[in-house]
């Protein structure tokens, strides 16, 4: 059975967050006259929206419970920790795509399960 576009919403959300906080964090680690360029707070940005953009793509293919809840949870820790990090690099279009990658990863929890889908078709 395949899975509809709509029902992964959320983590296409998420990745497309992922990775345009990566684009942002790439630009301002090597743009000079960013204030942060060069510096290790904005290689960090980029590791940490490098792993949520794996961790997005792994999202998209998991099918257990416990795995998948703990694939949120570490999603859910990595989105705050980037988006902590990006308020101390004043790096607010980070911040932004964060908060995008929250509310997907708040739609790809609230989908229906792979069992609910089963039954209703």
Known sequence: MSISPSTRLGAMMLLIASLAGLAIALYAYFT???GVNG???AMVAIFACLALTVMALILFKVSGRGV???LRVLIL???AG?????MLLHQ???CVAMVIGLIGLLLDTVRPSHHARATHT
């Not at 980037?82 to 990006?86: E, G, H, I, V």
């Open 68 to 70: 998948s809840i703990t």
């Open 77 to 79: 820790i990595g989105l």
């Open 39 to 41: 510096t290790l707070g």
């Open 92 to 94: 607010w279009w980070i």
């Open 82 to 86: 980037t988006f902590f990090a990006a």
């Open 32 to 34: 000079p006259l960013t």
